[in-house]
């Protein structure tokens, strides 16, 4: 099994900056990718950025790829997420998702594990 652990959510203006986190423990060495989702209330859950660990390769969604990055720290299992230029739009929870085999990574169906997910808030 694969744990993932989100951190670094919280309460931001708008045009400020996050840097969330998610930390993965457990059968770490079968995950092939990472990916961020998110999910608004009353919406559904949407692709937000994926990174495969070998390689580095990325997924963006179109609507954040100008203001998101996606990166990993492979020697502490984790994978960030760096969101500039935050929107009200962009409040949600978001959530960490890994999994151990090769898909279409900004589709929810590919990953296995998934985090609990860390609250994003963004003012106006």
């Known amino acids: 099994q694969v744990q993932l652990v989100e951190s670094g959510g919280g309460l931001v203006q708008a045009g400020g900056s996050l840097r969330l986190s998610c930390a993965a423990s457990g059968r770490t060495f079968s995950i092939i990718a990472m990916g961020w989702f998110r999910q608004a209330p009353g919406k559904e859950r949407e692709f937000v950025a994926a990174?495969?660990?070998?390689?580095?390769?990325?997924n963006y969604a179109d609507s954040v790829k100008d203001r998101v990055t996606i990166s990993r720290d492979n020697a502490k299992n984790t994978v960030y997420l760096q969101v500039n230029s935050l929107e009200s739009e962009d409040t949600a929870v978001y959530y960490c998702?890994?999994?151990?085999?090769?898909?279409?990574?900004?589709?929810?169906?590919?990953?296995?594990?998934w985090g609990q997910g860390t609250q994003v808030t963004v003012s106006s």
């Open positions: 998702a890994a999994t151990s085999r090769w898909g279409d990574r900004t589709r929810e169906s590919t990953y296995d594990y």
């Open positions: 990174i495969v660990w070998i390689g580095s390769s990325t």
